[in-house]
């Protein structure tokens, strides 16, 4: 990893001229007052996003099998009922949803409470562009997102955490979801802190990025007043994260469970290594793509269950790593958008609507435990639209029941404990989903 000044001024989300604004504006541009002091998120509490992108094709990862359309829409690339005993056969859930067959890693996850499906979520003016609807899932701005920040971001500029490590993705590059005023970090991985070849020394790449950044220090008095500037600051910051990521690589590390060698696995290998080190992480973002399936997807081989398996494997093998810390970590999966409810003339699916999210944790278990307790036992949360022609969205689409935001609003509030979802999610009416306990 090259550390430049130019990457931790990105990194850090401290580059003032492209964002405009200071965190305390956030409030003034969301039309609400301005609290008199930022709430503490709950201790111990991680959140990790993991973007599907390109496009997810929900209808085939949780599966609703019960609906009779679902066959005659997918001839080729549609999976089998559940108990015929062939490969391409899905795992029944509840009679009526199902896992794709390449996700049997994650059926223990459901069958435990710990994991539940979201479906038919989305939003009413989803334009089936990658671009956009990325900017959309990743601001958490319906419309005009141009000059907005990442809605991970507004969560950590709008609350204090409990160290200066709150926010992190594992790849080369920030992404818009941590882009913002509050510091996040990006990088490549604990082993690649140590810099190409492990020739350089972390104490002169720090005193080079003290210099560049005028850091007090003891022999540098005359730099006190810089460090009241928001860049001195921020600087400070990704030092001491820097400084602990550093004492973490510095560790031996054995997991609990046997990850397989697939990019998402390594990543999330990561991530369970900074859960575990008690730093203070809040918030993790990783990404895996590949998932705009136009042609070829495939049913239980193919394309699309080679992504599957990397997810549900990987997934599977961090709640295992986990262990009992699980009950403070929820997993969630975003994507684009869904796709067409049919599949195409070249054996794919093209760009559609709603979709399903995947998640994972402790949370997840107790509100599944709370909804059994009142007679009402879920693994798939959502009101069902129905796929015949009638009930879908332009007659092609899965017809969205859920805003993503109520989902998200629940991960932000009852999960990291931050009340500030009309900042964070603004211009939406919230309503509860039950996913998060």
């Known amino acids: 990893m090259h550390l430049t000044r130019r990457f931790f001024l990105q990194a850090t989300g401290s580059l003032v001229a492209y964002l405009g604004v200071a965190p305390v504006d956030l409030f003034a541009r969301a039309g609400v007052p301005r609290p008199a002091s930022l709430p503490r998120v709950t201790r111990g509490k991680t959140l990790v996003v993991i973007f599907l992108r390109g496009g997810a094709d929900g209808l085939n990862l949780v599966i609703p099998h019960g609906d009779p359309a679902y066959a005659d829409l997918r001839?080729?690339?549609?999976?089998?009922?559940?108990?015929?005993?062939?490969?391409?056969?899905?795992?029944d859930l509840d009679g009526f949803f199902g896992l794709h067959p390449r996700l049997k890693a994650m059926g223990p996850l459901f069958e435990s409470g710990v994991a539940a499906a979201a479906h038919a979520v989305g939003y009413d003016k989803n334009t089936r562009s990658h671009f956009e609807e990325q900017d959309v899932w990743e601001t958490g701005v319906v419309g005009n997102t141009y000059q907005s920040d990442g809605w991970l971001n507004r969560h950590l500029a709008t609350s204090e955490g409990h160290g200066p490590f709150r926010a992190v993705t594992i790849g080369d590059a920030l992404p818009r979801i941590l882009h913002g005023k509050a510091t996040a970090y990006a990088i490549r991985g604990l082993d690649d802190l140590s810099m190409p070849g492990g020739k350089a020394d972390p104490h002169v790449i720090a005193a080079a990025l003290e210099?560049?950044?005028c850091v007090p220090t003891p022999d540098r008095p005359k730099a006190a007043a810089d460090a009241r500037d928001l860049l001195a600051q921020s600087a400070r910051t990704t030092l001491d994260g820097l400084t602990q990521l550093k004492a973490i690589a510095d560790q031996p590390y054995t997991p609990k469970a046997e990850y397989p060698k697939t990019p998402l696995a390594?990543?999330?290998?990561?991530?369970?290594?900074?859960?575990?080190?008690?730093?203070?992480?809040?918030?993790?973002?990783?990404?895996?793509?590949?998932?705009?399936?136009?042609?070829?997807?495939?049913?239980?081989?193919?394309?699309?269950?080679?992504?599957?398996?990397q997810l549900g494997d990987a997934l599977a093998a961090f709640a295992a790593d986990l262990d009992d810390r699980l009950d403070d970590v929820t997993v969630v999966t975003i994507s684009d958008f869904g796709r067409t409810a049919a599949e195409n003339g070249t054996g794919g699916t093209d760009h559609g609507w709603a979709n399903c999210m995947l998640l994972i944790g402790g949370p997840v278990a107790r509100a599944g435990r709370q909804a059994a307790e009142a007679g009402k036992p879920r693994k798939v949360v959502t009101t069902w639209p129905g796929l015949a022609h009638d009930q879908l969205h332009q007659g092609r689409d899965l017809l969205h029941t859920t805003d993503f935001r109520d989902?998200?609003?629940?991960?932000?509030?009852?999960?990291?404990?931050?009340?500030?979802?009309?900042?964070?999610?603004?211009?939406?009416?919230?309503?509860?989903?039950?996913?998060?306990?």
């Open 266 to 309: 390594t990543k999330l290998q990561q991530v369970a290594r900074l859960v575990k080190a008690d730093i203070g992480l809040e918030v993790a973002e990783l990404d895996i793509g590949g998932w705009d399936t136009h042609q070829n997807q495939g049913a239980a081989a193919g394309q699309f269950g080679d992504l599957a398996q």
């Open 75 to 91: 001839k080729g690339i549609g999976l089998g009922a559940p108990g015929a005993g062939k490969p391409e056969s899905v795992i």
């Open 211 to 213: 210099h560049a950044y």
């Open 407 to 437: 989902v998200l609003s629940e991960l932000v509030k009852v999960h990291l404990g931050n009340p500030h979802l009309e900042t964070i999610l603004p211009q939406h009416e919230f309503k509860p989903v039950g996913l998060i306990a």
